[in-house]
């Protein structure tokens, strides 16, 4: 009896069919597209700000680049990108300086000061529920995309929480 292949359900089911490194399926298609159909590929484009984070089996682990930029110019070439919540949950952010540095502030103080009346070790569902929250009052105007990261009693969790307050739990962003 033949096993016929299962379509996949979500995102991870195409990761780990993928597992093995990069995808070569669309390569020839791009290149009859750029040559016969006269469709330029797109090129690479500076965005601004990288952000990135892992989720490990017993741990979680943040990057951010360091230069801060405002439009092509850079304004600042050692610029801290990742920011303490609590000894077991940090944030890496994007977006305008003044309001991340804002943001993460007010989240480490909110979040020392339930560590100080529970006497327990913050969860991160905590951080990123009272995050998303803030942001979704202020419907975007706050400039700060997140990747929030961090390992607590259920385990090791990272989200990525966008400046109108939605949030994603991913095993990498």
Known sequence: M?????????????????????S???????????????????TAMKTGT?????????????AADTRATEGPMVAD???????????????????????????TAIMESQIELLRMATGTQPRVCTVVRRLSTMLFKYQGYIGCALV??????????????????STDKLPFT
């Open 148 to 165: 929030l990261g961090g390992v607590d009693v259920t385990g090791p969790h990272l989200y990525q929480i966008h400046p109108h307050g």
């Open 50 to 62: 990288t952000i990135c984070g892992v989720q490990l089996k017993d741990a979680v682990v943040l």
């Open 77 to 103: 070439k050692n610029c801290e990108k990742l920011h303490y919540i609590a000894n077991n949950i940090y944030c890496a952010g994007a977006g305008t300086a003044a309001d991340l540095e804002h943001t």
């Open 24 to 42: 070569f399926e669309l390569c020839k298609r791009n290149a009859y597209l750029a040559s016969k159909a006269q469709i330029k590929p797109p």
């Open 2 to 22: 033949a096993v016929l292949p299962q379509a996949p359900e979500d995102y991870l089911d195409v990761l780990q069919t993928q597992r093995g490194g990069f």
